[in-house]
């Protein structure tokens, strides 16, 4: 049930992608032909940040579940799972993005206002968005807060993956291994070590049990935490960029790449899992998504 319950809301947050990309690319010809205005592609930002929200809300409710199941989830490709950083994409990412979207017109005019070299017009655009001096500051303020919340979680989480080897998981596979070696008697041969080992890992009836539970669901508690915070970090650093920094034509060129990108990195990886005659792992099947968008 809840395999399904995570399977549901990846379906529903694939087909909410895929709906709002058609709907940013159409206001993206609209506004290059001069049929939009910046209302009304605000409002298509609005529309697309409210999905996300909603894809964040019911993702924090699995994760308070189980958060391990989000970190490397079976219904995403092998490659998908090897660039997810606690269980999503870097929040950096969509600013690494767009300065790549703005082309090297951009990168020039950050080299020359991070070294202070020349006077940068307020009002004039740089790259191929347009970004003012003042954005190119925002966004550099941002970036730089990002990527300071991001090493604390990195930190956070290289510590509760270290705990595992502390206790309260250790002294219960110390007892465990000790009970079972004096089960079977001090000289074990290989045969031996392989029916201690089934006697460790094993789950016998009393307050072991307990002990082992409890301190596996400590330890998937503080991964869903990680996960809970990680995609706040995420929504809060696409919402202030998108609707904060960025006009709304600039918004809306930006979610439209960040899509793109998504979708099709995810159709790509799919495909070329499916060419492999024995994949070592195959993503889960996901049923037909419905259109709408959530």
Known sequence: MGAARHVACYQRWIAG??????????????????????????????RCMRGYAE????????????????????????????????????PSLTIRLLYSLSGEGLEEHIEEFISGR???????????????????ELVNDLHRRTLRDEDALSD???????DVADRPLLPIVRERATAAAAALGAGASCDGLATRTRLVVSTPEG????????????????????L?????????TAQTLVTEILTPRQAVETLVAAKQLHLTVR????????????????????????????
């Open 207 to 226: 307050a072991v049990d307990h002990e082992v539970d409890a301190a596996i669901g400590r330890y998937k508690a503080g991964l869903g935490r990680l």
């Open 55 to 90: 894809y964040v809300s019911t993702r924090r409710a699995l994760a308070r579940e189980d958060g391990a199941a989000l970190f490397a989830p079976p219904w995403c490709t092998s490659f998908e799972n090897s660039v997810l950083w606690i269980g999503g994409c870097r």
């Open 17 to 46: 992608q895929e709906a709002g990309l058609g709907e940013l690319e159409a206001s993206s010809a609209n506004a290059a032909a001069g049929r939009a205005t910046d209302g009304e592609l605000r409002a298509v930002v609005e």
């Open 156 to 162: 956070r989480l290289a510590t509760l993956q270290e």
């Open 267 to 294: 159709s790509w990886s799919r495909r070329g899992e499916a060419a492999v005659t024995q994949p070592a792992r195959s993503p889960v099947t996901l049923p037909p998504a419905p259109s709408s968008n959530p």
């Open 228 to 236: 809970e915070e990680a995609d706040e970090l995420r929504m809060s």
């Open 118 to 136: 020349g006077a940068l017009g307020a009002a004039r655009g740089m790259g191929l968005l347009g970004i003012t001096a003042r954005q190119l």
